[in-house]
T-cell receptor, first 113, second 109 residues
Framework: GAGVSQSPRYKVAKRGQDVALRCDPI?????LFWYQQALGQGPEFLTY????????KSGLPSDRFFAERPEGSVSTLKIQRTQQEDSAVYLC???????????FGPGTRLTVL | GENVEQHPSTLSVQEGDSAVIKCTYS??????FPWYKQELGKRPQLIID?????GEKKDQRIAVTLNKTAKHFSLHITETQPEDSAVYFC????????FGAGTTVTVRA
């Protein structure tokens, strides 16, 4: 079946602009995660949803970062007033209800100029 | 929070030889330990995982071992092939994963 999809795949923003990144999880997966991956590093946890409930947002770097999943399916990560240090690949992952495995999307590469 | 350390950062092996990557973790509450393979510009791909109630797991040429007492786990790849060349990440946690910094594996033909 279809895997996790993300859009856009690439985003260039000027410093100070707002951006919205979309994640479509695998159908039937109730858990959804966002990670940030800097160049040459492992992914770092940002936030976790179970259905529409955001159960953990401890990894969000600042209050400029906001995530939502209003209908328990598609999720959006929004970054307000982007800064150069926000430049990274933003990865989304989803998990089935019966297991711990996290399946990743292709990521959105954000470049802030 | 959880802290995962991964070694080595780079590994070059001759085709057909074995590759071993080691990770340590800090949080004794972690109970799930996956390994991901990431090719350049691609998504992390889950290749094998192990849970805290198991000491070893094998899937064809790949095996993982876990020592909960020492808080370390390892990935073993046997009979390496050029297509095994990639960056490998270990991770530890429960619902929330903490990742190591990655190991760049190069298999020389």
């Amino acid at each position: 079946g279809a895997g996790v999809s993300q859009s856009p795949r690439y985003k260039v923003a000027k410093r100070g602009q707002d951006v919205a990144l979309r994640c479509d999880p695998i159908s039937g997966h109730v858990s959804l995660f966002w990670y940030q991956q800097a160049l040459g590093q492992g992914p770092e946890f940002l936030t976790y949803f179970q259905n529409e409930a955001q159960l953990d947002k401890s990894g969000l770097p600042s209050d400029r970062f906001f995530a939502e999943r209003p209908e328990g399916s598609v999720s959006t990560l929004k970054i307000q007033r982007t800064q150069q240090e926000d430049s990274a690949v933003y990865l989304c992952a989803s998990s089935p209800p019966w297991g711990d495995e996290q399946y990743f999307g292709p990521g959105t590469r954000l470049t802030v100029l | 929070g959880e802290n995962v350390e991964q070694h080595p950062s780079t590994l070059s092996v001759q085709e057909g030889d074995s590759a071993v990557i080691k990770c340590t973790y800090s949080d004794s509450a972690s109970n799930y330990f996956p390994w991901y393979k990431q090719e350049l510009g691609k998504r992390p791909q889950l290749i094998i995982d192990i849970r805290s109630n198991v000491g070893e797991k094998k899937d064809q040429r790949i095996a993982v071992t876990l020592n909960k007492t020492a808080k370390h786990f390892s990935l073993h790849i046997t009979e390496t092939q050029p297509e095994d060349s990639a960056v490998y990440f270990c991770a530890a946690g429960d619902y929330k994963l903490s990742f190591g910094a990655g190991t760049t594996v190069t298999v020389r033909a």
